[in-house]
């Protein structure tokens, strides 16, 4: 066994398999103790090979005499090493569990030398899978744990990974920090192949900035070092950044050579996609447009093979973060055909994909996208629907009305997300009355983002908007109008939102309607008063709202019966209406594991949105009067994911929640207005805009955003 390990390691396969075959025929004769360690050593070897189904079987075997033998650092080591496996084949939910279970045994058994890497390894699988959060502290703790036990040329790798993470989220000032550490200490410890990464990683940078000769620079020295080391993925990888600057150049046909290069060399589908991608782009300016759509399609058949491959619907969320840049690059190319109903349809096929597939209508997701009449859609909910997408270099907006779609042209991402994120920050954060003081980025905003499309838009017309990036934060009634006098858009429109048209277009209720009108559930006992003090208000909300149905339509459950499980007792899938009066908590590392709290019921007292999710629904409107109801975490394409999205996709027609906390005595005035309406008939956006207005016009200090903004209405199927 010790001299196949040593044969592998010298790059002798032929004679590292043959030691480990006999020692495999030695050890099952002679010390069958000795098995797993061979089952393991010939799955590193397999690895190596590329031969992943065998070294699945290999450490399948290891794993299974491990725990027979009750063996814990032999477990620790086949545990590690699937998830290895698991990552080769590029099936990182799978990775992620194998790495949970292989960190557990080493915390406990193993020699914690190997947990930098574990954590490392299972951070790397989160970055593949576009969820930078969880990738980036992982990528944290594998440094400290790297430090602490004084591995200092591993601390490289984190950092190099911990600027990754920073540069995906545009963070550019965080990434060079990363990276800039990462050299120095490369350069200070004589690691090459590390030096070469934070080189190339500096390349990006410099593309970025337009400094194309520092680019350069920085990118030749990766690649004279790559070349004295013979390392091929790190080659391809500097071809790939080498492309990109000679791209910049306009030197299309090195570039183009480079791409193809590239395209040949790797089997790593998140390089594949992205050199296709920009291979597409090439070609596009080069003026060869048939082949770069098919190349376009290419590369969205790779990202799609990969989603396809994932099991898990957390990480299926999170996917497209990474490739939704490569979906923008089609959708430019798209619009510079004049081909602005087909860019729509990418821009849909990126959209609330998970959502779809839980409600059953991902069938449609397929280009063209069948029934794809967006003017139908705005005839058959009586409205103009406002679709945004935001790109790096420009964005844009549909506006669809029943008769016609028109493409309207927006400033970058950049420039929208600083004005979205300082103008959510005024009302949600600050508080300011923004009418009042007529705030300019309200009016800028509002110039942007709708000004363009408001010849479309009747007073006092319905309004769905499908946001994008930054604008999930935005609530767009709160949004200035300048002319004829300034106000808030609210006064003129009533405003819905959705996720995806082909969400929208499948909203149908084929079924009877639910046969009881509303369970309420709220008011709970606080199973921790210091962080979730009672409500006062909350007794006095859900006695308003029961009083408008009659005591059959009603099921009410307060203090020690609202518990998670009497949510479920109560078989909610025969109401109505649905409401929650208590607090609720955003979960953005894990948006899944949102949920109201309620009252404890053993080790129980939140009703998580997985939980959620798992029961089906068809309530005709769900209310969550709670904090952080929809402020959960935004993915690219699903949107923001948290107690809202789980209402949505357990099968709710109309969900309302919250962006931001809410206040207790406000919101019992806007939910009282809310019920009356719509027990009257008032359909739910109506009722809601009605119940804001009150607010807005009273001489109260409800009359700011901030009381009754948090809340907003969403449309699922």
């Known amino acids: 066994m010790t001299r196949g390990l040593a044969n592998e390691y010298g790059c002798s396969p032929p004679e590292a398999d043959a030691d480990l075959a006999e020692a495999e025929r030695l050890a099952s004769s002679f010390q069958p103790n000795l098995l797993g360690e061979v089952y393991v050593s010939r799955g590193t070897l397999e690895i190596q090979e590329q031969k992943y189904a065998e070294a699945e079987k290999s450490l399948r075997r290891a794993l299974s005499l491990s725990r027979d033998r009750g063996d814990r650092p032999l477990e620790s080591t086949a545990l590690a090493n699937l998830a290895l496996v698991a990552t080769k084949e590029e099936h990182y939910d799978e990775a992620i569990e194998w790495n949970q279970s292989a960190l557990m045994k080493y915390r406990e058994f193993g020699p914690q030398s190997t947990l930098p890497k574990l954590l490392g390894n299972m951070g790397w699988n989160y970055f593949q ?31 190099i990974d911990i600027g990754d993470c920073y540069f995906q989220t545009h963070d550019l000032a965080g990434a060079e920090a990363s990276w800039r550490a990462s050299l120095d200490l490369a350069q200070k410890l004589d690691k090459k192949d590390l030096l070469a990464q934070s080189l190339n990683n500096l390349s990006q940078l410099d593309l970025s900035a337009g400094h194309l000769d520092q680019a350069a620079r920085h990118n030749s020295q990766a690649l004279s070092i790559e070349k004295a080391a013979d390392d091929a993925p790190g080659m391809l990888y500097s071809q790939l950044i080498a492309a990109r600057i000679e791209a910049a150049r306009k030197n299309f046909a090195e570039a183009e050579q480079l791409y193809e290069s590239v395209i040949q060399g790797t089997k790593e589908s998140s390089v594949r996609w992205e050199a296709e991608s920009r291979l597409a782009e090439l070609l596009a300016q080069s003026g060869r447009s048939r082949q770069a759509e098919q190349l376009f399609r290419k590369s969205i058949d790779t990202i799609e093979g990969l989603r396809s491959s994932i099991t898990h619907e957390d990480f299926r969320l999170s996917f497209l ?241 609202a518990t998670p499980a009497a949510y479920f007792d109560s078989r909610p899938e025969q109401f109505r209406f649905i409401h929650f009066d208590a607090h609720g908590i955003a979960s953005v590392v894990t948006p899944l594991d949102s949920a109201v709290i309620l009252t404890r019921q053993g080790d129980s007292f939140k009703l998580y949105a997985r939980d959620i999710v798992a029961h089906p629904i068809r309530a005709e409107m769900v209310t969550i009067s709670a904090c952080n109801g929809n402020d959960g975490r935004t993915y690219s394409g699903e949107g923001l994911v948290g107690l809202n999205w789980a209402f949505l996709r357990a099968g709710a027609r109309q969900v309302i929640s919250a962006l931001w906390e809410v206040d207790d005595n406000s919101t019992l005035e806007l939910m009282d207005h809310l019920y009356a309406k719509v027990t009257k008939g008032a359909p739910a956006d109506e009722a809601l805009r009605d119940a804001k207005l009150a607010l807005l016009h009273s001489t109260s200090v409800y009359r700011k955003p901030f009381f009754w903004a948090p809340f907003e209405l969403y449309r699922g199927i």
Not at 139 to 154: F, H, M, N, P
Not at 388 to 417: C, D, M, N, Q
Not at 427 to 455: C, H, M, R, W, Y
Request: hydrophobic residues 40%; negative net charge; proline residues 7%.
């Open 129 to 159: 899978m576009g969820d930078y959060v969880n990738a980036l502290d992982l990528y944290e703790q594998a440094r400290s744990e790297s430090v602490k036990l004084g591995i200092t040329g591993d601390s490289i790798i984190w950092l």
């Open 321 to 561: 973060s990474s490739p939704i840049q490569f979906f923008s690059s089609y959708i430019d190319f798209l619009v510079s055909q004049n081909r602005p109903n087909d860019a729509l349809q990418v821009v849909e096929l990126s959209r609330c994909r998970t959502l779809a597939e839980g409600l059953g209508i991902s069938q449609k997701f397929s280009l063209p996208i069948e029934g794809f009449e967006p003017s139908q859609t705005a005839a058959r909910y009586h409205a103009v629907i406002l679709t945004y997408w935001l790109g790096t270099e420009r964005s844009y907006l549909w506006a669809i009305s029943p008769k016609r779609t028109e493409l309207f042209i927006l400033p970058s991402a950049a420039e929208i997300r600083r004005l979205a994120q300082s103008y959510r920050k005024t009302v949600a954060v600050d508080s300011v009355d923004v009418l009042a003081t007529q705030n300019p980025v309200g009016l800028k905003l509002f110039e942007i983002l709708v000004a363009p499309a408001q010849k479309f838009i009747e007073p006092q017309s319905r309004v769905i908007i499908l946001a994008d990036d930054a604008l999930y934060g935005l609530n767009f009634e709160t949004l200035l109008v300048g002319r004829p006098t300034p106000h808030l858009w609210i006064e003129d429109v009533v405003i819905d939102y959705a996720n995806s048209f082909v969400v929208l277009s499948a909203s149908t209720r084929a079924s009877a309607p639910p046969s009881r009108k509303i369970l309420i559930e709220g008011n709970p006992v606080s199973p921790d008063p210091a962080h979730y003090p009672d409500l006062p208000q909350a007794p006095a909300e859900i006695k308003r709202i029961v009083g408008h149905f009659a005591p059959a339509e009603r099921v009410a459950i307060e203090r020690q019966q």
